[in-house]
């Protein structure tokens, strides 16, 4: 019997130590996790920065921060904002190097968006069926443009192409059928130099390429 009562006096004792312990840990509100969502854009920690996973908002426009939960927003992943049919025009901040595959696939009514200067890679398909879309800058840190990077954009009419650019991909400009020019910032030797594939401009109207010491046609 005594053995019994000191094992109820040793778990009552135990108790009590554990709601006094959790009692000092808390001060009685709900500790919040940090949410991973901003104005509908979805983003995924990786490392010490973000990176934009996806969009589940409903805005026509949508501007990507430079900064999300004090971390530099560097990446946009693979097929983010892929076949978001209502989206019009997209701002992406200079702090991002780099864009996935397939990341604006589809969005057949985006027709603005202006790529940082920064950036360092586009995937292959990013601006795949961007119905919309009728001119693009390419930055000067982008030294290839992928297979498919701009296939099936039926009114794109210029693209501005940096000597940073040492190869073309199949397809990168396939059926772009209201292509007018292309603006070359280097020489024409230059512009012969970069490695074409067969079918980089497949099915594309008859344009110029503007180089800084003469005019090339297709």
């Given amino acids: 019997m005594k053995n019994k009562i000191i094992g ?4 009552f004792l135990l108790i009590i130590s554990c709601a006094v312990f959790l009692c000092a840990c808390s001060d009685g509100s709900e500790v919040e996790e940090p949410s991973d969502t901003q104005d509908g854009i979805v983003f995924k920690q990786i490392g010490e920065e973000y990176a934009v996973k ?52 589809g969005c057949v009514r985006l027709s603005s968006v202006k790529l940082p200067g920064g950036l360092k890679s586009i995937g292959q398909s990013a601006f795949y069926k961007c119905s919309a879309l009728t001119s693009v800058t390419l930055p000067s840190g982008i030294t290839k443009i992928e297979r498919s990077t ?22 990168a400009f396939y059926k772009c059928s209201a292509l007018e020019s292309i603006n070359y910032e280097g020489s024409t030797e230059e512009w012969q130099a970069i490695v074409k594939s067969t079918a980089w401009n497949y099915s594309t109207s008859k344009y110029t390429i503007n180089c800084s010491d003469g005019v090339l046609k297709k």
């Fill in 8 to 11: 109820f006096a040793v778990s």
């Fill in 150 to 171: 701009f296939e099936n954009c039926p009114i794109l009419k210029t693209v501005t192409i940096p000597t940073s650019v040492t190869s073309i991909e199949n397809y």
């Fill in 54 to 105: 996806a969009y589940e908002g409903k805005s026509t426009t949508v501007v990507i921060p430079a900064e999300f939960n004090g971390k530099s927003v560097t990446s946009i992943m693979d097929g983010a904002f892929k076949d978001k049919n209502e989206l019009t025009s997209v701002t992406i901040p200079e702090t991002v190097v780099s864009i996935g595959a397939h990341a604006f696939s």
